[in-house]
């Protein structure tokens, strides 16, 4: 984005951002710093991205979305949580005016909350191509702390503007003045010598002369015209290959090799590209991350399982270990002290059997010795059985995360913020105030909207495990039906009805019994088992992971997901 559009969306963002208060901040994606703003009952998130087509600030409606902490988010909500978001524009070099460089501040007061003291602190947003980056700083513009590395700003020192040379203004130039300026310098320096020119801007004026021998009167006359659209509303999305390659607030006539979509806004337009570029690869880069670690804690679990039933084979012959120190007990007698084998006859048999012996211990110890072994078998295969039915519980329930993995759509979304956190090791650190609010927020309040609802009913999904438990059991009520596809990973669906008098039409039933089956892992199948009971009739798992439920009283229904595609 060229500083022409950066200072327009700048005034765009300051009407359309009310006065309001720091609430969170994130490092997001893709090298993006964000804040979480609350107004009254409204909440706001902007966004100041250092890279790519996105560079810039974009506001949108809505509580911030959670991405992750760094030293420099950190600093940030220590200084400015509750702050006050006083002022917000373009940033000038008042050694040099002109130099139309695009950085912008944002300026915070903070109230001390014990004694009241007030403090202004800046965040300095450099979107200045690859050297980008943001600044904390007080009120004398010392450096308090940087999102990135930087080479001419350091902590603990007053803020220096980039490197920049005087520069003339093009807006003060008449067509003949620039046009003579150019026959005195270089017409291909003009992004060099004219403040806020930049190549982009010059080919577009060249293109719209339609001169070929680049008349300096005729680009003049029509760089100055084009200068003027900056002030008109209306932004534009430059696409190849259905991906975004620049935003402007201008329509540059001469990417004509782009499909060029209009947008009401440069925020709009930017939240467009959001969507269409970064969010996509951030999605499949997050979902493959996550789907890699589950499928290796599966294989895991896999291979305890399997060592659990090797184990289980050994402790089913505790008969036999039993008997082999009933034999040599028989046989005391016979046994020589030292002795590595003997061979008894076996009365259940009714043959002879060689049993290896302990030589350093004494036959009477042998015989103890498997009487242990015995022992501990029996008490083994308990303990086996147990644990086997621990892992298959813990495997179905990383198949069933996996599936949510799969399915997930959105990366922004808390949905997929809880799944990763839930999932995910989470790096040790110390707990503050912070952390127990945002962790309180994601478990006991959420906003689930129904997924389908009729003259009769209005049906509720869980789309992790966390809203499965929350739609289970904090939405549904005891007289509510619960839905399940039949021993598959899926979505808990309830159904309440609107009267609750009635007895539940099969209808609805099936309405459910589909919404569950299409919400499953066999949602491409055509004959798919569905559990329903009253959700008084399910239960959590005693020691089991969130989500886990059993139920009782239930029935089935057998149902073909793919007719809601046609409904």
């Keep these: 984005m060229d500083y022409f559009s950066l200072e327009r969306h700048i005034n765009e963002l ?3 951002l009310p006065k309001a208060f720091l609430e969170s901040v994130s490092s997001a994606l893709s090298r993006t710093f964000a804040l979480g703003f609350k107004s009254g009952s409204e909440y706001f998130s902007l966004y100041l991205a250092l890279d790519g087509v996105l560079q810039g600030p974009r506001l949108k409606r809505g509580k911030l979305e959670s991405f992750s902490d760094s030293v420099f988010s950190e600093r940030v909500y220590k200084l400015l949580s509750n702050a ?10 008042p050694e040099l005016p002109l130099a139309r460089d695009r950085i912008i501040f944002l300026r915070f007061i903070a109230a001390d909350p014990y004694f009241g003291i007030k403090k202004t602190f800046f965040l300095i947003c450099e979107f200045t191509g690859r050297n980008s980056n943001i600044f904390l700083s007080d009120s004398d513009m010392i450096i308090l702390e940087a999102y990135g590395r930087t080479a001419n700003n350091s902590q603990g020192k007053a803020y220096v503007f980039p490197c920049s040379e005087v520069k003339a203004d093009p807006l003060l130039f008449s067509p003949e003045e620039l046009a003579n300026f150019w026959t005195k310098h270089s017409f291909g320096d003009s992004s060099e010598l004219l403040a806020g020119i930049t190549n982009k801007i010059l080919k577009e004026a060249v293109y719209r002369s339609k001169c070929e021998k680049k008349l300096p009167i005729r680009v003049a006359n029509e760089l100055l015209a084009f200068l003027k659209e900056y002030r008109d509303e209306g932004a534009y999305l430059y696409l190849k290959n259905k991906r975004v390659a ?44 996550l789907l890699k670690y589950i499928e290796t804690k599966i294989q895991a679990v896999k291979k305890l399982i399997q060592e659990q039933n090797e184990l289980l084979e050994l402790y089913s012959d505790h008969e036999t270990v039993q008997h082999k120190g009933e034999l040599i007990n028989a046989n005391l007698y016979q046994i020589k002290p030292g002795s590595k084998q003997v061979a008894v006859y076996d009365w259940l048999s009714d043959k002879t059997e060689l049993i290896e012996l302990d030589p350093m211990k004494t036959p009477h110890a042998n015989s103890e010795y498997f009487f242990k072994q015995a022992k501990k078998y029996k008490r083994g295969i308990e303990a086996a059985k147990k644990r086997i039915e621990e892992l298959d519980s813990e495997l179905s329930w990383l198949k069933e995360q996996k599936w949510y993995a799969s399915e997930a759509e959105d990366i922004t979304s808390p949905v997929f913020a809880e799944l990763k956190q839930y999932i995910l090791p989470q790096k040790k650190k110390k707990s503050s105030k912070r952390d127990k609010n945002k962790s309180i927020s994601r478990r006991s309040v959420y906003k689930i909207e129904p997924v389908f609802s009729n003259d009769n009913a209005v049906y509720y999904a869980g789309k992790n495990a966390l809203e499965n438990d929350f739609v289970t059991f904090k939405l549904a009520k005891s007289e509510d039906y619960w839905f399940h596809a039949k021993e598959v990973p899926g979505s808990h669906v309830i159904m309440k009805l609107k009267d609750k008098n009635t007895v539940p039409e099969d209808d609805s039933l099936i309405i459910g019994a589909l919404l569950a089956a299409r919400m499953s892992f066999s949602k491409n199948s055509q004959n798919v088992p569905v559990d329903y009971t009253k959700a008084s009739n399910v239960r959590r798992i005693a020691g089991g992971k969130t989500g886990q439920v059993y139920y009782t009283h239930y029935k089935t229904l057998y149902v073909n997901p793919l007719e809601l595609t046609h409904n």
């Design 84 to 93: 006050f978001l006083a002022e917000m524009g373009m940033l000038r070099n």
């Design 246 to 289: 620049y935003v402007s607030s201008v329509n540059f006539s001469h990417m004509e090799e782009h499909e060029i979509i209009a947008i009401n806004s440069i925020n709009d337009a930017l939240l467009q590209a959001a969507l269409m570029n970064v969010l996509p690869k951030a999605l499949s880069d997050e979902k493959g991350k």
């Design 14 to 16: 300051n009407s359309a």
